[in-house]
């Protein structure tokens, strides 16, 4: 089952599954609309992704598409044509290889295949995140997505791809040219605290409401005490090549063997 929404956020059937994906998307290609809302798929209809991040050189990789038809403006949906074309020949590893070797720009990209029991991930630039759940795994953005549900943790680097399933785990690398299997160091997160959503429906509008009083907050403490950091912060700022933003909102959720509520401005879930 596919649902794609534009909108306010409401509230999202649950249904029992072994695997789901669920993503807000941020419309950096395309308007919002339901066409370019997330999950996207191939021409088939058997494989279904979502992604956080741009692919830069995606309209040279549509154009070597020749005979597909696309129906939204996304760059994602490249993704999933592009994984259509390379499944014909290759099996699921030559064709994430091929793709970190083309695809410029940054990227978190979780995949399902019809008939296939596994999740797949890749990740490059974009954060991505694995959840590890008494009763499955939980793939996200931000490790607050899934703080809620377990304290153990896997951090993806730069580069590597995962297949999981609901007997575990693989991680490759994707380092000379090649994928090499890599093992993977399990984090214990130690949470200092969990924030509530107090009188408000959920934590999206909460950030948004908050958004004055925190620009306050901040323009304050540059008179204050938090001034030399805050003047070491622009400095480290003006000199970045690559600025990373981090904050609590859990913008994408992809889970195997559980559920969850998932819903927002342009929402959607396989």
């Given at each position: 089952?596919?649902?794609?929404?534009?909108?306010?956020?409401?509230?999202?059937?649950?249904?029992?599954?072994?695997?789901?994906?669920?993503?807000?998307?941020?419309?950096?290609?395309?308007?919002?609309?339901?066409?370019?809302?997330?999950?996207?798929?191939?021409?088939?209809?058997?494989?279904f992704l979502v992604h956080n991040g741009i692919i830069s050189n995606y309209q040279e990789l549509k154009n070597k598409l020749v005979g597909h038809?696309?129906?939204?403006?996304?760059?994602?949906?490249?993704?999933?044509?592009?994984?259509?074309?390379?499944?014909?020949?290759?099996?699921?590893?030559?064709?994430?290889?091929?793709?970190?070797?083309?695809?410029?720009?940054?990227?978190?990209?979780?995949?399902?295949?019809?008939?296939?029991?596994?999740?797949?991930?890749?990740?490059?630039?974009?954060?991505?995140?694995?959840?590890?759940?008494?009763?499955?795994?939980?793939?996200?953005?931000?490790?607050?997505?899934?703080?809620?549900?377990?304290?153990?943790?896997?951090?993806?680097?730069?580069?590597?791809?995962?297949?999981?399933?609901?007997?575990?785990?693989?991680?490759?690398?994707?380092?000379?040219?090649?994928?090499?299997?890599?093992?993977?160091?399990?984090?214990?997160?130690?949470?200092?605290?969990?924030?509530?959503?107090?009188?408000?429906?959920?934590?999206?509008?909460?950030?948004?409401?908050?958004?004055?009083?925190?620009?306050?907050?901040?323009?304050?403490?540059?008179?204050?005490?938090?001034?030399?950091?805050?003047?070491?912060?622009?400095?480290?700022?003006?000199?970045?090549?690559?600025?990373?933003?981090?904050?609590?909102?859990?913008?994408?959720?992809?889970?195997?063997?559980?559920?969850?509520?998932?819903?927002?401005?342009?929402s959607q879930r396989v």
């Amino acid at each position: 089952m596919m649902e794609k929404e534009v909108g306010e956020i409401k509230p999202v059937k649950e249904n029992r599954c072994s695997m789901a994906l669920a993503h807000c998307r941020w419309a950096t290609h395309g308007g919002v609309t339901r066409e370019n809302a997330h999950p996207h798929t191939d021409c088939t209809g058997n494989i279904f992704l979502v992604h956080n991040g741009i692919i830069s050189n995606y309209q040279e990789l549509k154009n070597k598409l020749v005979g597909h038809k696309f129906t939204s403006e996304t760059d994602t949906e490249v993704i999933a044509h592009f994984f259509e074309e390379s499944l014909k020949t290759n099996d699921i590893k030559s064709s994430v290889l091929e793709f970190f070797r083309i695809a410029q720009g940054e990227f978190a990209i979780v995949m399902m295949l019809k008939g296939d029991k596994n999740l797949y991930a890749l990740k490059r630039g974009s954060p991505l995140s694995l959840g590890l759940l008494d009763d499955g795994n939980v793939l996200a953005s931000d490790i607050y997505a899934f703080s809620d549900k377990t304290e153990k943790a896997i951090f993806f680097n730069e580069d590597e791809f995962a297949i999981m399933n609901k007997d575990g785990y693989e991680f490759y690398k994707f380092l000379d040219n090649m994928l090499k299997p890599v093992s993977k160091e399990i984090t214990v997160v130690k949470w200092s605290g969990t924030e509530e959503k107090n009188h408000f429906d959920h934590y999206m509008i909460k950030e948004i409401n908050e958004e004055p009083e925190v620009a306050e907050r901040l323009i304050n403490s540059l008179r204050t005490e938090q001034k030399p950091g805050l003047e070491k912060l622009k400095e480290l700022i003006q000199g970045a090549k690559r600025i990373v933003f981090v904050a609590s909102t859990a913008r994408g959720l992809f889970s195997q063997q559980g559920r969850r509520r998932s819903a927002c401005r342009n929402s959607q879930r396989v």
